[in-house]
C-alpha cells in the first residue's frame, strides 16, 4: 500500500503532534473509528465500513480539535457470514477491546472517546457506552440515526435510511467520494431492495440477498458522498459539546 493509501486510512500525527493539540485545552477529545470486515457486494471491498468509519473521522478531525485514533478493523459481522472472507469477533470481545482503549486514553489524559460505528451491526457499542457513562466516563456514539438522516436529506440520497441497508446508496457514494480507487465493477447493475428483514437475526443477510446486497447502489454518485461526509461533520459539534462539557 502506498504511503498517500495508508495516509487516508491510519492517523499520521506524532506524539509531538498530539501533545500541541492538547495544549491548554481543559478536556482533550479521542476518535476510535470501528468498522468491519464483511462482504458488502461483489464491487465494493471487505473493508468498507473501516474504509467509511475512518473517512468520517478523517473530516472530523480535519474540522474539530480532536485525537484520531487507528481503526478497530474487524467487529460484529455474524449476520454476513454466509459470504467468504467476512471475519467476525464476538460481542463480549468488541465490548472488551473499546473498554480497554478507554481506560488506556484516560491513563494517559484523554478523559472522552467518541466511537465512529461504520457498521450497523456493531449493537453492542451502545452498551459500551451506556455503561460508560454510568460510570461518569465520557464516552459516545457518532453518528446516531438521527445524524445519518440528516445526511441522507442534504446529500440527496433517494433512498430511506431502511431500504438502503448495505452496499446501496449511501455506502457506494461514500467509497466513490473518498476512496474510488476501491470500486470494482457492476454496482450500476446491483439493485435489491428487501424492506421486510424482521428476522434478520435469526436468518442473516442471505435470508434476504443472494448478492449481499439491500439498497440502490446503481444511485450513488461522489457528490452525494461529498455531502454526506459534510453534514456529518456538522452534526459532530453536538457531540463534541456533550463529551465535553462541565457536567454529564
Not at 482533550?28 to 468498522?35: I, K, T
Request: contains cysteine; negative net charge.
Amino acid at each position: 500500500m502506498s504511503g498517500a493509501r495508508i495516509a487516508g486510512v491510519l492517523p499520521m500525527d506524532t506524539t509531538e503532534d498530539v501533545r500541541q493539540r492538547g495544549a491548554g485545552r481543559a478536556r482533550q477529545v479521542a476518535l476510535l473509528p470501528v468498522g468491519s470486515f464483511e462482504q458488502h457486494g461483489p464491487y465494493l471491498p471487505l473493508a468498507t465500513d473501516t474504509l467509511v468509519a475512518c473517512a468520517v473521522a478523517r473530516e472530523i478531525a480535519a474540522a474539530h480539535p480532536v485525537l484520531s485514533l487507528p481503526p478497530v478493523t474487524v467487529s460484529c459481522s455474524h449476520e454476513h457470514a454466509a459470504w467468504p472472507g467476512t471475519v467476525s469477533v464476538s460481542a463480549p470481545t468488541l465490548h472488551a477491546v473499546v473498554r480497554d482503549i478507554a481506560d488506556s486514553l484516560r491513563a494517559s489524559g484523554v478523559e472522552a472517546l467518541v466511537l465512529v460505528n461504520g457498521h450497523g451491526g456493531n449493537y453492542v457499542l451502545g452498551n459500551v457506552v451506556q455503561e460508560a457513562s454510568a460510570r461518569g466516563e465520557r464516552m459516545a456514539l457518532f453518528p446516531a440515526p438521527e445524524d445519518w438522516e440528516a445526511a441522507r436529506e442534504r446529500a440527496g440520497v433517494v433512498g430511506s435510511l431502511a431500504s438502503d441497508m448495505h452496499a446501496g446508496e449511501i455506502e457506494t457514494s461514500l467509497l466513490l467520494h473518498s476512496h474510488p480507487e476501491a470500486l470494482r465493477p457492476g454496482y450500476e447493475k446491483s439493485d435489491f431492495v428487501a424492506d421486510d428483514r424482521r428476522h434478520l437475526l435469526s436468518l442473516g443477510m442471505s435470508g434476504y440477498t443472494r448478492s449481499g446486497v439491500v439498497g440502490r447502489p446503481s444511485l450513488a454518485s461522489a457528490r452525494k458522498g461529498e455531502e454526506l461526509l459534510a453534514s456529518l461533520v456538522d452534526s459532530f459539534g453536538a457531540c463534541l459539546d456533550v463529551v465535553t462539557r462541565e457536567e454529564i
